[in-house]
């Protein structure tokens, strides 16, 4: 059955490291959005992409994040480098533009800790 | 912007009916949806509205009056499975990313 597949399901890396996540969304799908969820701030939309290009990416630190699709399958979230604060789930989510109904299916989360 | 309210906490008991309600401020409102998040888990997708009055699915149900910029979701016969965060959310205008408020946790008690 399709789904959003994300990976590692579990990161924990020190301050400093590079944090590489990596989502394949489901197949025929066409808008691809990363979010990160804290406690504190709940789900923040980081970037999103329609047909792999980036449509925005303004919830994203610049200096330390970077999203790409290098293809139809694969969407990346980039951390250099990473900081304690970066802890937190980070889900990917897929949907077809032509939904009127919006509806994101979201991956299984990769939950990162930066010590 | 966007901006969602929506009570930090509810609890229910089992076989009850339970309303959870969502006030959002958006620049262009094409919709407003709903979702389940169980703990450890990911948001998964419940109903959505972009009409006024309510949409009925199973035993969930969900309103919509974009006059008042208000919705809630209401869940009836309250299994203990129901027990999750639920999440509103509104679409940005001209995207479609979506914002999410801070979420709901449900508490069903036997």
């Known amino acids: 059955d399709a789904r959003v597949t994300q990976t590692p399901r579990h990161k924990v890396t020190e301050m400093g490291q590079e944090v590489t996540m990596r989502c394949q969304p489901i197949?025929?799908?066409?808008?691809v959005f990363w979010y990160r969820q804290t406690m504190m701030q709940g789900l923040e939309l980081l970037a999103y992409?329609?047909?792999?290009?980036?449509?925005?990416d303004s919830g994203m630190p610049k200096d330390r994040f970077s999203a790409e699709m290098p293809d139809a399958t694969l969407a990346t979230l980039k951390i250099q480098p990473s900081e304690p604060r970066d802890s937190a789930v980070y889900f990917c989510?897929?949907?077809?533009?032509?939904?009127?109904?919006?509806?994101?299916?979201f991956g299984p989360g990769t939950r990162l800790t930066v010590l | 912007g966007q901006s969602l309210e929506q009570p930090s906490e509810v609890t229910a008991v089992e076989g009850a009916i339970v309303q959870i309600n969502c006030t959002y401020q958006?620049?262009?409102?094409?919709?407003l949806s709903w979702y389940q998040q169980h703990d450890g888990g990911a948001p998964t997708f419940l109903s959505y509205?972009?009409?006024?009055g309510l949409e009925e699915t199973g035993r969930f149900s969900s309103f919509l009056s974009r006059s008042d910029s208000y919705g809630y979701l209401l869940l009836q016969e309250l299994q203990m499975k129901d027990s999750a965060s639920y999440f509103c959310?509104?679409?940005?205008?001209?995207?479609?990313?979506?914002?999410f408020g801070s979420g709901t946790r449900l508490q069903v008690q036997p």
């Open positions: 959310a509104v679409r940005d205008a001209g995207r479609r990313a979506l914002t």
């Open positions: 509205n972009a009409l006024d």
């Open positions: 992409f329609r047909n792999r290009a980036p449509l925005d």
């Open positions: 197949l025929g799908h066409n808008t």
């Open positions: 958006t620049s262009g409102f094409y919709g």
């Open positions: 989510a897929s949907g077809l533009v032509q939904d009127p109904t919006d509806t994101q299916y």
